[in-house]
């Protein structure tokens, strides 16, 4: 049963520049979220995608997007990277219960973003 | 929006001994309560969760207790050993979709 992949592991970037993050979720999940964790902090929520839309935003500019795709995989776009956006981004899946139930949400080894 | 704050920030003890971190939250609708374990470059790992409809829950050696009036939450580590050091990160959820996050507690179990 595979857990949750994500690619690439690494990435250095320059001030300005676009990237693209990817995310397969683990077998049997329909749902993706992404967080960014900074150095020394908690992960902090950026948004969750679920039947190919976004479903809910936390407090991050424009400049993040996703996408997700039917075969429930997802990507995380970050244009005009600045240096505050270095972190580690992690990607975590899970599987949609009946509406109100909460289910557990299973991380991916993330993609550690440096930005120059 | 939820705010969670989790204490202590870092935590040493002797190996045999008891571990335990505390988490507040704010949003009285949050009702679903995970804790996760981060080693150094890893990804964080689910290690025990709990929901409002609970009190306690408890996995070998790691227990969770949880008090909805005062809105806190606590993860025990029994016997610990050297391989329990990591950071530990709590987590509460009112939607089930976003995750508020700890700000961690780096665990040191000194042999």
């Known amino acids: 049963d595979a857990g949750v992949t994500q690619s690439p592991t690494h990435l250095i970037k320059t001030r300005g520049q676009q990237v693209t993050l990817r995310c397969s979720p683990k077998s049997g999940h329909d749902t993706v979220s992404w967080y960014q964790q900074a150095l020394g902090q908690g992960p902090q929520f950026i948004f969750q995608y679920y039947e190919e839309e976004e479903r809910q935003r936390g407090n991050f500019p424009d400049r993040f997007s996703g996408h997700q795709f039917p075969n429930y995989s997802s990507e995380l776009n970050v244009n005009a990277l600045l240096l505050g956006d270095s972190a580690l981004y992690l990607c975590a899946s899970s599987l949609e219960l009946r509406v109100g139930s909460t289910d557990t949400q299973y991380f991916g080894p993330g993609t550690r973003l440096t930005v120059l | 929006g939820e705010n969670v704050e989790q204490h202590p920030s870092t935590l040493s003890v002797q190996e045999g001994d008891s571990a335990v971190i505390k988490c507040t939250y704010s949003d009285s609708a949050s009702n679903y309560f995970p804790w996760y374990k981060q080693e150094l470059g890893k990804r964080p790992q689910l290690i025990i969760d709990?929901?409002?409809?609970?009190g306690e829950k408890k996995d070998q050696r790691i227990a969770v207790t949880l008090n909805k009036t005062a809105k806190h939450f606590s993860l025990h580590i029994t016997e610990t050993q050297p391989e329990d050091s990591a950071v530990y990160f709590c987590?509460?959820?009112?939607?089930?979709?976003?995750?508020?996050f700890g700000t961690g507690t780096s665990l040191t179990v000194i042999p």
């Open positions: 709990i929901r409002s409809n609970v």
């Open positions: 987590a509460a959820t009112p939607t089930g979709n976003q995750f508020y």
